[in-house]
Nanobody, 116 residues
Framework: EVQLVESGGGLVQPGGSLRLSCAAS????????MSWVRQAPGKGLEWVSV????????TYADSVKGRFTISRDDARSTLYLQMNSLKPEDTAVYYC?????????WGKGTLVTVSS
C-alpha cells in the first residue's frame, strides 16, 4: 500500500523559512517522480514543484522559483521542500504527491500559515 505522510508545516512569519518532509512507503521511491502541490484557503490546487527519479531534475512553478527547493533522499524514501522568503500568499495546505503528469497517490497534507 502506497503511503505518503507529510510533516513540517506550521505558523511562520513573512520572510521566514520552513522545511516540509514527506515520508514515502509502499513503492519504488527512487524511480518515481514526486511533486508538491498546494491548496490555498478557498482556492484550487496549485502545482508547486517536481523532482524526477534517477537523477532528480527539478522544475518549479513561477510563483515559488528562487525561494523553494525540492529535494529527495532515496535511501530514506523521503521528499523535502525547503521554503525560504515565505510570503502570506504561500499560506496553504501542502500535499506530497506521487507522480507528475499523472499523479496517482496523495498525502493528507500539512498546513503552512504565513502570518505576522
Amino acid at each position: 500500500e502506497v503511503q505518503l505522510v507529510e510533516s513540517g508545516g506550521g505558523l511562520v512569519q513573512p520572510g521566514g523559512s520552513l522545511r516540509l518532509s514527506c515520508a514515502a512507503s509502499g513503492f519504488t521511491f527512487s524511480s518515481s517522480p514526486m511533486s508538491w502541490v498546494r491548496q490555498a484557503p478557498g482556492k484550487g490546487l496549485e502545482w508547486v514543484s517536481v523532482i524526477r527519479g534517477r537523477g532528480g531534475t527539478t522544475t518549479y512553478a513561477d510563483s515559488v522559483k528562487g525561494r523553494f527547493t525540492i529535494s529527495r533522499d532515496d535511501a530514506r524514501s523521503t521528499l523535502y521542500l525547503q521554503m525560504n522568503s515565505l510570503k502570506p500568499e504561500d499560506t496553504a495546505v501542502y500535499y506530497c504527491a506521487k507522480g507528475y503528469y499523472a499523479i496517482d497517490h496523495w498525502g493528507k497534507g500539512t498546513l503552512v500559515t504565513v502570518s505576522s
